[in-house]
């Protein structure tokens, strides 16, 4: 509850109210007056339970006033299986990066019958070049389903957006920016960033962490897409919105 107070706190500022009356009198008259009786004290136990209810919907029917919130709370924002860091005190990852656990090359057909999500792939690229698959579980079910095109500087990662965060993600600052793809909503990360594994334990794996380009991040029927290359978010989006 204590975070939902401070994103509620902060949601204020974002709501146009008008000036509230004065009711310091009525409120003193009501203090000083007998106490209410037990039907009406439960009256109001469920008035104010309706009211938090109805709060904590507003708060989740706004996935961006959510996350946005939760940035300059915790100089946090987690969308779609993502966890992006905004904290400036950051130093780029140094090394050669270490692939995901458990990373195999496949074919299209193969990674689709490998992983428990469908896996769509954008018209206006065609057929990925390449396709990897990373991290299985104990039935041999991938969780991240990776397609490669243009020699593999244009990358689309796929995965269940709705389990336990995938990627951990360090901007460096507010870079991250809120845009559409068809009528879903999607971030877009314009500056070259720090990416990170996380297992499915939680834990960021920093020896799989690597400088990202910008990437745009949507969910379409639940499943998490990551487009990564050397593209302006027009022409990001533009690809995005041709998956079939």
Do not use: C
């Not at 904290?87 to 995901?100: K, Q, R």
Request: glycine share 8%; no cysteine.
């Amino acid at each position: 509850m204590d975070n939902l107070e401070r994103e509620l706190r902060d949601l204020s500022g974002w709501l146009a109210t008008p000036e509230p009356p004065d009711v310091t009198a009525r409120v003193r008259a009501r203090l000083t007056a007998a106490p209410p009786s037990r039907r009406v004290a439960r009256r109001r136990r469920w008035r104010y339970a309706l009211v938090g209810v109805l709060a904590a919907l507003l708060v989740a029917t706004l996935p961006s006033g959510r996350a946005a919130l939760a940035d300059a709370v915790a100089g946090l924002l987690r969308f779609a299986g993502i966890t992006i860091s905004t904290s400036p005190e950051l130093a780029p990852p140094t090394g050669v990066p270490s692939p995901p656990p458990g990373q195999r090359a496949a074919t299209l057909d193969e990674a689709r019958r490998l992983v428990r999500f469908p896996i769509r792939t954008p018209s206006v690229l065609g057929p990925p070049e390449q396709a990897l698959l990373a991290d299985p579980d104990a039935a041999g079910r991938y969780r991240v389903a990776s397609l490669l095109y243009r020699a593999g500087t244009l990358r689309l990662d796929t995965f269940d957006g709705r389990l336990d965060p995938v990627f951990f993600k360090q901007t460096g600052g507010s870079d991250a920016e809120w845009t559409q793809v068809g009528t879903a909503e999607a971030i877009w990360l314009g500056s070259p960033h720090p990416v990170s594994y996380l297992d499915r334990d939680g834990v960021v794996r920093q020896s799989s962490a690597r400088l990202a380009a910008a990437t745009l991040i949507w969910t379409d029927s639940g499943v998490t897409y990551r487009l990564e290359g050397e593209l302006t978010m027009a022409e990001a989006v533009a690809i995005a919105t041709t998956l079939s």
